[in-house]
T-cell receptor, first 115, second 116 residues
Framework: GAVVSQHPSWVICKSGTSVKIECRSLDFQATTMFWYRQFPKQSLMLMATSNEGSKATYEQGVEKDKFLINHASLTLSTLTVTSAHPEDSSFYIC???????????FGPGTRLTVL | AQTVTQSQPEMSVQEAETVTLSCTYDTSESDYYLFWYKQPPSRQMILVIRQEAYKQQNATENRFSVNFQKAAKSFSLKISDSQLGDAAMYFCAYTKSGGSNYKLTFGKGTLLTVNP
């Protein structure tokens, strides 16, 4: 089956620093990757959609300069939280898809804690 | 815009019993996909079952089955012979047809507790 990994699984950082989260499709080429944010006991909120080699499409209300998304290859997308603040603390989940499949495959998520 | 509504924030079931989780959606599209995802405490999203809107037959996966009512825009999940491992948050999701590159719209989720 299709496997998606995320790294790191948990990160703690100081307020004002930047944090990069990686999302990799391990056994397939992902033409599209999605980034979600999930608060405790809530649903997944789509932040942005990224297609390989092009700029990400952000959902309304998501700050592009705050959450930088890069999808430089068919197996890797990164989310960089710039100048992180405590309110950015959350669980971030990526998913990946390709025309070969009729579903998205989800990574295990990254817990970000900003002190 | 498409919306997905799960009206049951929490449900509980006795082990070995059957439980049904409700989901309704709104869309103007005629062709789309519906999903049920399971998110256990590990928080890994797991696909439980998928239904293509153009298929009249309800999807089944072992103990999991759906009741898809296209006209009513209803998509409920039935879990038979509930097991302790079924305890999780369940999300109903929608995407329009044309490939998996379209975004998913999720409901708010239903927390399922399985009592021994």
């Amino acid at each position: 089956g299709a496997v998606v990994s995320q790294h790191p699984s948990w990160v703690i950082c100081k307020s004002g620093t930047s944090v990069k989260i990686e999302c990799r499709s391990l056994d397939f080429q992902a033409t599209t990757m999605f980034w979600y944010r999930q608060f405790p006991k809530q649903s997944l909120m789509l932040m942005a959609t990224s297609n390989e080699g092009s700029k990400a499409t952000y959902e309304q209300g998501v700050e592009k300069d705050k959450f930088l998304i890069n999808h430089a290859s068919l197996t890797l997308s990164t989310l960089t939280v710039t100048s992180a603040h405590p309110e950015d603390s959350s669980f971030y989940i990526c998913s990946a898809s390709s025309p070969r499949y009729n579903e998205q495959f989800f990574g295990p998520g990254t817990r970000l804690t900003v002190l | 815009a498409q919306t997905v509504t799960q009206s049951q924030p929490e449900m509980s079931v006795q082990e070995a019993e059957t439980v049904t989780l409700s989901c309704t959606y709104d869309t103007s599209e005629s062709d789309y996909y519906l999903f049920w995802y399971k998110q256990p405490p590990s928080r890994q999203m797991i696909l439980v079952i998928r239904q293509e809107a153009y298929k009249q037959q309800n999807a089944t996966e072992n103990r999991f089955s759906v009741n898809f009512q296209k006209a009513a825009k209803s998509f409920s999940l039935k879990i038979s012979d509930s097991q302790l491992g079924d305890a999780a948050m369940y999300f109903c999701a929608y995407t329009k047809s044309g490939g998996s590159n379209y975004k998913l719209t999720f409901g708010k989720g239903t927390l399922l507790t399985v009592n021994p």
